[in-house]
């Protein structure tokens, strides 16, 4: 029997979430929400075997989590506000990650009802802002590479490939409709530097009766230094789309661009690649929703190697059934197909699970999710 061991001092954290819960339902304007999924899923042609790999985890549509939230009025339209979240495995019972508690927001600010929302702390970058709302029709909420295109852009590749910002001062202005836009710059805080390490994202938004289209920025700052110049390495992405609705179909559209220079060495080529993506929702009625996407990522120089071109391309298609308001069963299917030089790339090699000889990884998953 295999024993799962909780990182250190999982079982402190358990507790003082607990606390915090009891504590918040009992704080006017305090709120305890969350998401608990569980999926059973196969994938094929993993490790050097290729072997299927059949796994009961976290639900495939939507990744797991614990959150605290909560607004006070201090008048004139102003609200102080704060969120705390933590993202949970229920199928083995741990919380959060070995990078943090809450690992998936953690910050504090003041909202205005005119003037818009600043908030410091981790959270997400301006630009991942905009591919959740407009350009991405499964909101990049899906646990996996597998099923995410471009769930290694728009990340910090100099930080353990996150998708969140620590030490993050965002200012966002969202209105209903018309002109959304937001801001962002995270600390690098490497002694000696302000510049090592830190980040910054823009996007910009209009939103229409039954459109939205959109575009966005993030550029990250390596820690190393190339060569005696003092350069400092950058991962950059630039992404356009959006989306508009025509009865029961929402179809999407987004090109992402992202360009990667080494971290370390310098003289290498700086890898670039181009994402293409197109997705279809279909709201069948207030019970079921059918989604589908389809990206293909052209890569050039990849792993700052010059010449190492090639292509991935990946297909999603999934289904979900509202049992109620808050609970719902999905079954999801994936298929990614790689080429050329990205049969070499180490890192979705990784993220896929599969053998770097390997051409295509299959993922299939059936699950249910509640939401409280």
Partial sequence: ?????????????????????????????????????????????????????????????????????????????????????????????????????????????????????ITLGRQFHALTDRSIRSLDVYNLAPANAHLVPSALYGVNRYAGNDNRVSNAVKYRMDNPTGLQAGVSYGMGEAAGSTTKGASYSYDAAYVGPNYQVGLGKVSFNGVNTLGTSGVLPKHEVTALGGSMTFGAFTPYLAVYNSTLDSATTAGLKTQSNKVNSAGM????????????????DKGTDLNNIAGRNGQKNTTVMSVEYALSKRTSLNAIVSKNILSGGYLLEPLYAAALGKNPAVSSVQFYGVGVNHSF
Avoid at 33 to 47: A, D, F
Avoid at 61 to 89: H, K, P, Q, T, W
Avoid at 281 to 296: F, G, H, I, M, Q
């Fill in 281 to 296: 929702a279909w709201k069948a009625n207030n019970e079921v929703l059918v989604r589908a996407s389809y990206a293909t």
């Fill in 1 to 117: 029997m295999k024993i799962i061991k909780p990182f250190p001092s999982a079982i402190a954290m358990a507790v003082a979430v607990l606390s915090l819960s009891a504590q918040a339902q009992q704080q006017p304007g305090v709120e305890v929400y969350g998401l608990v999924g569980v999926s059973y899923t196969s994938k094929n042609n993993q490790g050097a075997t290729n072997a299927s790999l059949k796994e009961l985890s976290t639900n495939a549509m939507s990744v797991s989590y614990l959150g605290f939230r909560g607004r006070e009025d201090l008048g004139g339209g102003l609200n102080a506000v704060f969120r705390l979240e933590s993202s949970l495995a229920p199928d083995n019972g741990t919380i959060g990650k070995p990078i943090a508690y809450f690992d998936r927001q953690a910050f504090v600010g003041v909202t205005s009802n005119q003037w818009g929302a």
